[in-house]
């Protein structure tokens, strides 16, 4: 891990900072020479956790739906294979395990049982369960456990969905991720419970996230005054074992005096995104031309290639703290930033006539509600809710939430410039649902040609001709 640089204390004007880092290069201690407090970590081993081949335990859980008690051993299982599903209402992946985990179930009916395990309260899962009944028609009939926290200690995880596969003699035998609950799979497992399946290893987190403060803070020394001080930082490393991905922005506020962006193990290209829209704005996939040699570099592998062993060598951890005397400059720094990081590569925005989704308006007339209290949000899947937004608002949530799987970016040409509020039930990743909600409004989302400003990232040539020699 290197730190570029870190100087504390209030700063000389801009033009001064190269000096002012020669002269604070005698005091700089790297990141990399502190320890984590063991405080922070969460041990990769729980006290009381369950090894594969070691047997469960004679425990009733409470929290079971749908079963003939209010609690539930996993040896009422006994003589079948049993699997269990951690999951969350809000994982998309888990959500879209339903359907397939039902019909294997029905497949290896009396030798398979899938046990949906949830940290949730019964009210949140069950009130899920009936949306997604009405939205696709699956109803499941079998027992789950909700408002869990005992089988996650047995079988602890941080990472969701997680499947544990239990052999009828109540022994733990594996511990896999979604791509190996398949047909085939389970055949084989049903015929030899030693059968190989690729472990789901999850990391050992160390407590922290991008939205709790300053990154070098918390590698840092707990007596470090850095988090009263307006100061000046720049850090950057490669991938930090323990770290979600994920990424933060704060400006100065009650309680913050510093304007920091922080990323935490991830792809370059999403930290270009958020130089070269500022902060503001979104640039969605269909917003960005990646002419370069090698895309996946930037952005990562295609489905052929593992995620979970590229990512070791292609993601990265970058940290811009600047006092507020220096707000207005810090996006310019941190593009300056990108292209001493990442000199193969050369980036800038330009307009393009390019095809989008507009947001459009098919009658003159507003039937919005006019936005009422302060700026709120929600999805469940099914309701969304939106209040006091502005319509460049609502068409950012578009694009880098709830459509980000549309090769097209989506553009605000209403023309409404008043807050409003929202309510529908709507699949967004239907655009004729998505069109259907949007009707009672007078609204709609049409293809069209736009000229647009779009984020362009290049080889650098230079670079490629140096490399090539």
Known sequence: MNSRFCSLGRLMPYFFYFTLFLILLWCWKPASAQTVSSATQIPAVSP?????????????????????????????????????????????????????????????????????????????????RQKLTRRTGLRIESPEVVGDS?????????????????????????????????????????????????????????????????????????????????????????????????????TPGPGRKNWRITFTNSVPLGMFKYAYGKGQQFLSAGEIILDVSDPSLLQGPGKEISYQDWQQQHTYCYELVVPPMLVDSA?????????????????????????????????????????????????????????????????????????????????NLTGITSAFDMDMEVKFSDLADLNQALSKFDLKIVQKLEVIEVLVIKDRPKFSARLSK
């Open 150 to 250: 005992q089988l996650k200690n047995l079988f602890p995880y941080s990472e969701v969905p997680h499947y544990i596969w239990i052999d009828p003699d109540g022994i733990f035998r594996a511990q896999t991720g979604l791509g190996q609950i398949t047909e085939g799979h389970l055949e084989a497992f049903l015929k030899n419970h030693s059968a190989p399946l690729a472990e789901k290893k999850d990391e050992n987190l160390l407590g922290y996230h991008t939205s709790n403060g300053s990154l070098l803070d918390f590698f840092g020394s707990q007596n470090s005054p850095l988090g009263a001080l307006e100061y000046f930082h720049s850090f950057f490393s490669g991938r930090i074992a323990g770290l979600q991905s994920a990424m933060s922005f704060r």
């Open 331 to 411: 996006f310019s720094v941190f593009k300056k930033d990108l292209s001493s990081l990442f000199p193969q590569y050369q980036a800038s925005v330009e307009k393009r006539n390019l095809p989008v989704l507009a947001l459009i308006r098919t009658s003159s007339e507003n039937k919005l509600p006019a936005g009422s209290g302060t700026f709120q949000e929600s999805y469940d899947g099914f309701n969304y809710q939106l209040r006091h937004s502005t319509m460049e608002g609502f068409t950012t949530s578009l694009n880098g939430i709830y459509m980000t799987s549309s090769k097209l970016p989506i553009v």
């Open 48 to 128: 009381g956790a369950l090894r594969i081949g070691e047997k469960v335990p004679q425990m009733a859980f409470p929290g079971a739906l749908r079963y003939s008690s209010s609690s539930i051993k996993l040896s009422d299982f006994k003589g079948k294979v049993l699997i269990l599903d951690f999951w969350a209402t809000w994982c998309g992946p888990c959500v879209g395990m339903v359907g397939r985990m039902d019909s294997l179930e029905k497949r290896f009916s009396g030798r398979v049982q899938f046990l949906p395990v949830s940290s949730q309260t019964a009210q949140e899962v069950m009130l899920f």
